[in-house]
């Protein structure tokens, strides 16, 4: 085919924001069998459409559920019943990827002996603030909705959450963790979630990571859980 034309692309994802964990789960895996739920839209007017591989110009961008269906040339006259979204003047790009979040963060940043200061002073701080606030799950999941809905407003659509701070008690710790996780699907952004240890022994870090996985599940395409062993005071 003529290069001009764009052609379908597989296994190019894009979330459409999760309801609750049920249907976000479902359609999960319709979308791993091929299906979608009904829910279609179409990105239309963009500037340039850039897929990672390839560069698009005067063309629209079809969701289908959960995933981009297609690329195809623009045509203005297409009266399809699909909800639409004008890109006129920007440029569409596959969601971008912070590799290194602390969602519980959000929650701190207005502290004034947070600011402007050098790192050993706001690691002092900020174990100050943990310690007076308490980490709950309400705090976690609070927190990681400001966090993900300035992620998604900036383009990025998968966030790795390095969580450092924990309650002493396991099951609090797997609550912390699965707060976070009901943000991202409420939210829909993929979460890979970094089960910190730093200040742990290792017994503990174990016990700890085994009970956020069985009280989480062991995720699917949405959320993940990591280990991260290490820190700087390791």
């Keep these: 085919p003529d290069d001009t034309e764009p052609r379908f692309r597989s296994g190019f994802e894009e979330p459409v924001g999760a309801q609750d964990i049920e249907r976000s789960q479902s359609r999960d895996r319709s979308a791993r069998q091929g299906q979608h739920d009904g829910r279609m839209l179409t990105v239309t007017g963009a500037s340039v459409v850039w897929t990672g591989a390839n560069e698009y110009q005067h063309v629209d961008v079809h969701c289908e559920g959960a995933r981009v269906a297609r690329i195809e040339p623009s045509n203005p006259d297409r009266r399809d019943p699909v909800a639409r979204l004008d890109a006129s003047g920007c440029i569409v790009v596959p969601g971008l990827v912070n590799a290194h979040h602390h969602l519980?963060?959000?929650?701190?940043?207005?502290?004034?002996?947070?600011?402007?200061?050098?790192?050993?002073?706001?690691?002092?701080?900020?174990?100050?603030?943990?310690?007076?606030?308490?980490?709950?799950?309400?705090?976690?999941?609070?927190?990681?909705?400001?966090?993900?809905?300035?992620?998604?407003?900036?383009?990025?659509?998968?966030?790795?959450?390095?969580?450092?701070?924990?309650?002493?008690?396991?099951?609090?710790?797997?609550?912390?963790?699965?707060?976070?996780?009901?943000?991202?699907?409420?939210?829909?952004?993929?979460?890979?979630?970094?089960?910190?240890?730093?200040?742990?022994?290792?017994?503990?870090?174990?016990?700890?990571?085994?009970?956020?996985?069985?009280e989480n599940g062991p995720g699917d395409s949405r959320w993940q859980l990591a280990v991260g062993p290490s820190g700087i005071h390791s």
């Design 104 to 214: 519980l963060q959000s929650a701190f940043r207005t502290a004034p002996d947070t600011r402007h200061v050098p790192m050993p002073e706001w690691l002092a701080a900020m174990r100050r603030h943990y310690a007076e606030v308490g980490i709950d799950e309400e705090l976690a999941r609070a927190a990681a909705s400001v966090g993900i809905a300035e992620s998604l407003l900036n383009g990025v659509t998968t966030v790795a959450d390095h969580h450092l701070n924990w309650p002493s008690d396991l099951g609090a710790r797997a609550a912390v963790a699965g707060a976070t996780a009901i943000a991202a699907r409420q939210l829909g952004i993929r979460l890979m979630f970094v089960h910190g240890t730093a200040g742990d022994d290792i017994d503990l870090a174990v016990r700890s990571i085994e009970r956020v996985l069985h």
